[in-house]
């Protein structure tokens, strides 16, 4: 009877999530005519495959496969991922990427072999999809679990590891009767925890396959301090004054600076580097911020306008970590929306006094900050005025602040290095 029950349990979990995953590609096919953002997700979905069995190799050399979600997935195992590369040359790299915004902006990238879109899965696309990689080791970064792909490859008895998981107990996995979703996780040989809770969250539930690694994004900011480069134009607008760096805003939190006087001033300057930077998005910040506003592209072409401007947007993707060295004090956006607050480490390395929305329940990085005043949170407009004259005119206690979020971020680090030697250990010692 249990056996029954539990089958019929199983069953319902998959069910649910065939259908959800098929309902959520019709509905991005249905908007794809309307939301560029759709549209390339659609279309590079649809055409994954196919670019594949292009670029396929007859007989492909033996990968190590790293799949990501998007940008912020592929930074966190990009300090794997260029260990393991250094240590292991003779193997191919493949990176496969779920959102179009993470393929585009690293779709070029120096350090695999060959870029994809993920294709929708099926069995039938999933095996072929290995047969074309070939893999003899698969890391997944943080989470975006697919079954088909998970079931195919452990079918093969190929290793699979998940790095920098980061588990929360509202999370279905540790529901009653969620068979379906722990029986994803159990396609995973290794997975290594951010953190201690995420531990404790797997014993409950059976697993002791895991090792708290820590979180790899400490090691890669950290990288960022010695690859950092300098850019002329930045430097001349900043110009020796006070700056303001807002980093991935969306319309909300734009508006917010605007109301909050962040720009007014005559030593104070703002870089807002939105989450999105299609044109339609660049073109309603600018206007907003008129007549003090000028693009990153016009800067560079123009670079006289650095003095008659205050709000300089960036426009393209792939510049925001490189900024943060110009900064005095950063703004990191996405705070106000759930699991939405976007990279603070990034900032924190280069030293600052950091703020940001209220919303930071899936975001245990930002709640230590807080509660260690290396960094604040704002709700209103009111918020983000006294917060920003403050650390304007206390030039002391932000620099005390700035060089304790540099000390914190160093004692984070080391996840890379615990991974690796794991990897060494039980999948590369013969």
């Not at 998959?14 to 249905?30: E, G, H, K, Q």
């Not at 044109?279 to 560079?300: C, W």
């Not at 603070?344 to 280069?350: D, G, K, P, R, V």
């Amino acid at each position: 009877m249990n056996f029954n029950l539990d089958k019929i349990r199983y069953t319902f979990g998959f069910l649910l999530y065939w259908f959800s995953t098929r309902f959520y590609f019709l509905i991005v096919n249905a908007l794809s005519p309307f939301h560029s953002r759709a549209k390339a997700l659609w279309f590079g979905q649809k055409d994954a495959l196919v670019a594949m069995k292009n670029e396929a190799i007859e007989k492909p050399q033996p990968s190590i496969w790293f799949h990501v979600s998007s940008l912020g997935e592929y930074e966190q195992g990009k300090p794997i991922l260029e260990a393991l590369k250094k240590k292991y040359p003779n193997y191919r790299f493949v990176i496969t990427f779920f959102s179009p915004s993470g393929y585009n902006a690293r779709h070029n990238n120096e350090l695999t072999d060959a870029t994809y879109f993920l294709p929708f899965e099926s069995p039938k696309i999933a095996a072929e999809v290995i047969k074309i990689i070939n893999p003899i080791l698969v890391v997944f970064v943080k989470y975006d679990f697919w079954h088909d792909y998970l079931k195919a490859l452990n079918s093969r008895k190929i290793p699979v590891i998940l790095i920098a998981a980061l588990f929360r107990p509202n999370q279905r996995f540790f529901k009653k009767n969620a068979l379906f979703q722990r029986n994803l996780l159990s396609h995973f040989n290794f997975i290594f925890c951010q953190d201690q809770n995420s531990g404790k969250l797997l014993e409950k539930i059976g697993f002791h396959n895991f090792l708290v690694s820590g979180d790899t994004r400490y090691d890669r900011v950290t990288q960022h301090l010695t690859q950092a480069i300098s850019i002329k134009e930045i430097e001349s607008f900043k110009n020796k004054q006070f700056l303001m760096l807002a980093g991935s805003t969306y319309n909300f939190e734009e508006q917010l600076l605007y109301t909050s006087e962040a720009i007014l001033g005559s030593n104070r300057k703002l870089i807002i580097a939105p989450h999105f930077t299609d044109a339609t998005r660049v073109s309603e910040i600018k206007n907003r911020f008129e007549p003090n506003a000028v693009t990153l592209k016009d800067l560079l072409e123009n670079p006289a306008l650095h003095a008659q401007k205050k709000v300089l947007i960036i426009d393209r993707i792939g510049w925001l970590a490189n900024l943060y060295q110009y900064a005095d004090v950063a703004f990191i956006g996405g705070g106000f929306k759930e699991n939405g607050l976007h990279n603070i480490l990034e900032a924190a390395t280069f030293g600052m006094p950091i703020c940001f929305g209220p919303k930071l329940d899936r975001f245990p990085e930002a709640k230590e900050m807080v509660s260690l005043n290396l960094a604040s949170i704002i709700n209103n407009e009111n918020d983000l005025k006294t917060w920003l004259t403050f650390h304007e005119n206390n030039t002391d206690e932000s620099a005390n602040q700035s060089l304790k979020c540099r000390q914190w971020i160093q004692s984070k680090t080391g996840a890379t290095q615990t991974i690796l030697n794991w990897i060494q250990i039980h999948l590369f010692s013969s």
